[in-house]
């Protein structure tokens, strides 16, 4: 089992940047697929980033491509996800998520995953 915990989140502009961090504890964190979800109000949860165990595949929603990117320290247990030339349609609550034992970054579906964290508020605007 693995424990989530974000943070980084935060108000800021249009056009500014946020890095998010999720902290993991419990089993070894290398073990896991990891994922970015965000969620706004009255919306459903979608998909934002993955990156495999080793952070050397990492894949993208059409709408965080060229301008997000999801990173990964394993020595520190730490998942990371950089967001730049942020628009107000990127407000909402963002969640990381863990796949157990399973090495790919294709991982686009809530159902894809086995643990979630608590999430971190992004509030972009305009």
């Not at 989530?4 to 946020?18: D, F, K, R």
């Not at 990492?58 to 030339?85: E, P, V």
């Amino acid at each position: 089992q693995v424990q989530l915990v974000e943070s980084g989140g935060g108000l800021v502009q249009a056009g500014g940047s946020l890095r998010l961090s999720c902290a993991a504890s419990g089993r070894t964190f290398s073990s896991y697929a990891m994922g970015w979800f965000r969620q706004a109000p009255g919306k459903e949860r979608e998909f934002v980033a993955a990156i495999n165990w080793s952070g050397g595949r990492t894949a993208y929603a059409d709408s965080a491509k060229g301008r997000f990117t999801i990173s990964r320290d394993n020595a520190k247990n730490t998942l990371y996800l950089q967001m730049n030339s942020l628009k107000p349609e990127d407000t909402g609550v963002y969640y990381c998520a863990a796949r157990y034992n399973y090495d790919s970054s294709w991982l686009p579906r809530v159902t894809d995953y086995n643990y979630w964290g608590r999430g971190t508020q992004v509030t972009v605007s305009s």
